[in-house]
């Protein structure tokens, strides 16, 4: 009894259908991976930015006069230089630090870098996407030996400038009091109900912020809340200055008043 030879053959569309539908699902692919490549050059931006703030924010711990000489063009000279030193191996091409504020009030360091990230190729005739990275800080002045910060009191010597906290109980003549720093931990969100603030309470989420974290959050000693974002704008707006007058009431910080 003879043996019947089966063949299988796929016809010739079936072939054309595969050539046509591997280079589409390769491209969906890699334009699904696309947003996961903005996010990290994002991240690497960042920890470029906020490296040259700290750089800063450290130098600017000087007398007063020297730090005076630090200011204006040398810094941004050097904040500029910086940054694109540093990111010169990043896809990043137009960085500009043009909005960017850096000791204009002698403390202060607004760090704002804008860039084009370049997309490893066209899509839809976009060749880049505009990028932002924002560090804010104060810079460690320290105290001039009496109990003030540099620039404390500055203005009307019979209503100088003072310093509070959201809910501060007491005002600041110091911007650098520890009892204001806003100065960030990066910590573990698996780990937050085991940190407390220096009152010794439970942080908890940030009405702003707080609801989108991944897997790291930030927090301040003097901080009621856990953040998602080190540039959320609840931290940005946490100390104000204002007239001695307006907020007497509350009575001076016993640590940088030196009472």
């Given at each position: 009894m003879g043996r019947k030879r089966v063949s299988f053959s796929a016809p010739a569309s079936m072939t054309a259908e595969a050539a046509l539908v591997l280079p589409m699902f390769l491209f969906a692919g890699v334009i699904l991976m696309m947003p996961f490549r903005i996010l990290d050059t994002e991240r690497q931006m960042q920890a470029i930015v906020m490296s040259v703030g700290e750089d800063i924010s450290q130098a600017a711990y000087l007398t007063e006069e020297a730090l005076d000489g630090l200011g204006g063009a040398a810094v941004s000279a050097y904040a500029e230089a910086a940054v694109r030193v540093k990111a010169s191996e990043l896809p990043v091409q137009g960085v500009s630090l043009a909005e960017s504020r850096l000791l204009a009030d002698g403390e202060t360091i607004d760090l704002v870098v804008k860039y084009d990230l370049k997309l490893p190729f066209s899509v839809f005739g976009l060749d880049s996407v505009k990028r932002t990275n924002r560090c804010?800080?104060?810079?460690?002045?320290?105290?001039?030996?009496?109990?003030?910060?540099?620039?404390?009191?500055?203005?009307?010597?019979?209503?100088?400038?003072?310093?509070?906290?959201?809910?501060?109980?007491?005002?600041?003549?110091?911007?650098?009091?520890?009892?204001?720093?806003?100065?960030?931990?990066?910590?573990?969100?698996?780990?937050?109900?085991?940190?407390?603030?220096?009152?010794?309470?439970?942080?908890?989420?940030c009405a702003r912020c707080g609801g989108q974290v991944l897997g790291t959050v930030y927090i301040m000693p003097a901080g009621e809340h856990y953040h998602s974002s080190r540039n959320c704008s609840a931290i940005l707006a946490y100390v104000r200055a204002v007239r001695k007058s307006t907020v007497e009431y509350l009575g001076a910080c016993s640590y940088c008043s030196g009472g």
């Open positions: 804010y800080l104060r810079a460690w002045v320290g105290s001039d030996g009496n109990g003030k910060s540099a620039g404390a009191g500055s203005g009307d010597d019979e209503d100088p400038i003072v310093y509070v906290g959201r809910n501060s109980t007491r005002y600041h003549v110091s911007a650098s009091c520890h009892y204001l720093s806003n100065r960030l931990t990066a910590v573990p969100f698996s780990q937050i109900d085991s940190y407390r603030n220096q009152d010794g309470s439970r942080y908890t989420a």
